[in-house]
Nanobody, 124 residues
Framework: QVQLVESGGGLVQAGGSLRLSCAASGRTFSSYALGWFRQAPGKEREFVATISGSGNTIFYADSVKGRFTISRDNAKNTVYLQMNSLKPEDTADYYC?????????????????WGQGTQVTVSS
């Protein structure tokens, strides 16, 4: 069982930055691929970024590529999402997720554990 707790959301102006963190419980953190997903009001949950257990494989959604950076610190059992050049369309609840395999996936259904989410609001 893995428990995930996100933090770092908030209100920011367009063009600003935020750094989300997701702290995980468990002693085998490096065996889990991790992902960030988001869900805007009235929309379906969408993939944002994913990172493999080793951190060597990373993928981003086209909508955030070049602006967001996912990283992980396996010694601290934490995954991060650095978000720069934020746009109003980035406004959403952001969720951290872990899957019971070190290989990355885009599909939310492939993830076994989810955090409670953190809200990000970008004002224009």
């Amino acid at each position: 069982q893995v428990q995930l707790v996100e933090s770092g959301g908030g209100l920011v102006q367009a063009g600003g930055s935020l750094r989300l963190s997701c702290a995980a419980s468990g002693r085998t953190f490096s065996s889990y691929a991790l992902g960030w997903f988001r869900q805007a009001p009235g929309k379906e949950r969408e993939f944002v970024a994913t990172i493999s257990g080793s951190g060597n494989t990373i993928f981003y959604a086209d909508s955030v590529k070049g602006r967001f950076t996912i990283s992980r610190d396996n010694a601290k059992n934490t995954v991060y999402l650095q978000m720069n050049s934020l746009k109003p369309e980035d406004t959403a609840d952001y969720y951290c997720a872990a899957r019971g395999s070190p290989t990355v996936r885009y599909d939310a259904n492939r993830y076994d554990y989810w955090g409670q989410g953190t809200q990000v609001t970008v004002s224009s």
